[in-house]
């Protein structure tokens, strides 16, 4: 048994009038660490990040890092795979409990077990998942390259794709494969419903709508573009729409603005819970724990060797179709 205490951030650690980017800057040097953040981090954590990226650019910049510290601001999934494909660098994350609504409502013990009824199928995870269900799976995909992935088997190959229905549907579309979806889902973009979209659309008809593939189906169907938060970000930047409907977590909107400054973008509202379009999970980071993690490099993530290799292979898969 494990008896060691969890690590928790004692933020009245931190004195009174501490210039924590500045701080945060020279830790970050002092501890020879690289900070990578997701598109969904606060704004003034990614004007730090020395990488900003969606999920695949994160995962091939933890690849090939040789800092002595990968400081991951983003959701445990996202440090986690850092570690697995990059075991000999300090993996840090500043707040363990940053979850993924997706890789936590699919348990790898379930998950084996639900596979079951599915032997002679193919096994495509988005890396939205944890590390155990990596490992029970033949490749993984990001909303990147889902489609590329998918097409990269057999055709004759039955599949089953995990754990994102509205992911998995979406590349049935554009891939025409039938695959077997497994039931998860994103809680912040399945709030995002095509009735409230349409109205809002109603009210910009100059705006296009843009929509993240984790959507609903009646969402992307609505949408003038679909595609990663990498994706949306390019198509914000090169279409010529002076207006944007952005229908995906609106942390995306700091990068945005910066491509675009002169264009208007408007978040797409969620139709219940907090009405906001923020993962409660990737705010979970903040710029004082990020300050405590780079200060006492806690939490860390751990992982046993023998998963951490069995959750590589299909990640390594993935990352050779470039
Ligand atoms: P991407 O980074 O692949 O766009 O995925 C978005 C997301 O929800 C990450 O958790
Ligand atoms: Fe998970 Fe959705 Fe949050 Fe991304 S936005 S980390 S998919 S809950």
Known sequence: MDLTAPYVPDLESI??????PAEIRRLKAERKAV?????????????????VGDSLQLSQ????????????????????????????????????????????????????????QYPDHAVVSYINCSAGVKALST???????AERVVNSLPQDRKVVFAPD??????????T????????????VHEQFTAKRLAVLKAQHPEAKLIAHPECDATVSQLADFV??????????ATDPAQAFIVATEAGILHQMRQRRPSAELIPAPADSGCNCSLCPYMKLNSLEKLYLCLRDLQPEIHLEEGLRLRALKPLERMLALG
């Not at 004195?15 to 924590?20: E, I, T, V």
């Not at 953040?37 to 020395?50: M, R, T, V």
């Not at 595609?227 to 914000?236: D, E, H, Q």
């Open 35 to 51: 900070l990578l953040a997701h598109y969904y981090q606060e704004p003034e954590i990614q004007d730090l990040a020395d990488f």
């Open 61 to 116: 910049q933890a690849a090939r890092a040789d800092a002595d510290v990968i400081t991951f601001c983003g959701v445990h999934f996202m440090a986690e795979t850092a570690k697995i494909l990059n075991p000999a660098r300090t993996v840090v994350i500043p707040d363990m409990d940053a979850g993924c609504s997706l890789a936590d409502r699919c348990p790898a013990d379930y998950f084996a077990e639900w596979l079951k």
């Open 165 to 174: 229905r509205h992911l998995g549907k979406w590349v049935t579309k554009q």
């Open 227 to 236: 595609g990663s938060t990498a994706a949306l970000l390019n198509y914000v």
């Open 15 to 20: 004195p009174a009038g501490l210039d924590l």
């Open 176 to 187: 025409g494969r039938d695959m077997v979806l497994f039931p998860g889902f994103c809680i």
């Open 139 to 145: 490749i993984i995909c990001t909303s990147s390259n």
